[in-house]
C-alpha cells in the first residue's frame, strides 16, 4: 500500500513541524519578536499539512486502512483550526493547552501510523 507510505511520511512532517511551535513561543517569550514572526506562518503550514493528511489518511482508509485514521486527523485538524484563531485572538489560556495536546496528539498519530503492519495483498485466484 503506497498510501500507508505516504501517509507516514506526512504523518511524520505534520509532527515535526508542530513540535517547532512550542519551540518557537518559548523563543518568543525570551524576547526575540522575530520568533513570533516565524510562528505564524508556521502555524498556518501545519494546520495545511493537517488538511493534507486529512486526504492520504481518507485514501488509505478507502483502500482497506483503518477508519481511525482519518477520524484522529479530522479531530487534529479542526482542532489546528481553532489553534490558528486562538493565537490570533491572543486567548493563551486556550492556545497553549490546546496547543500541547495538538503535539501530542500529532506526534502519538505519526508513532501509530509508524508501526503499522501492511496487510498481505490477496491475489484472486
Do not use: D
Request: proline content about 4%; aromatic content about 8%; overall charge positive.
Amino acid at each position: 500500500m503506497k498510501s500507508l507510505a505516504a501517509l507516514r511520511l506526512v504523518a511524520a512532517v505534520h509532527a515535526i513541524a508542530i513540535c517547532l511551535q512550542p519551540i518557537l513561543a518559548g523563543v518568543y517569550l525570551n524576547g526575540s519578536g522575530s520568533a513570533l514572526r516565524i510562528h505564524e506562518p508556521i502555524g498556518l503550514a501545519v494546520t495545511f499539512t493537517g488538511v493534507f493528511q486529512l486526504l492520504i489518511a481518507t485514501i488509505w482508509w478507502r483502500g482497506g486502512g483503518r477508519l481511525l485514521a482519518p477520524v484522529a486527523t479530522l479531530l487534529i485538524t479542526l482542532g489546528e483550526g481553532f489553534q490558528v484563531g486562538m493565537g490570533y485572538s491572543r486567548q493563551l489560556a486556550i492556545h497553549i493547552p490546546l496547543g500541547i495536546a495538538l503535539v501530542a496528539g500529532a506526534v502519538g498519530f505519526a508513532v501509530w501510523t509508524s508501526r503499522l503492519v501492511r496487510r498481505p495483498v490477496e491475489v484472486a485466484a
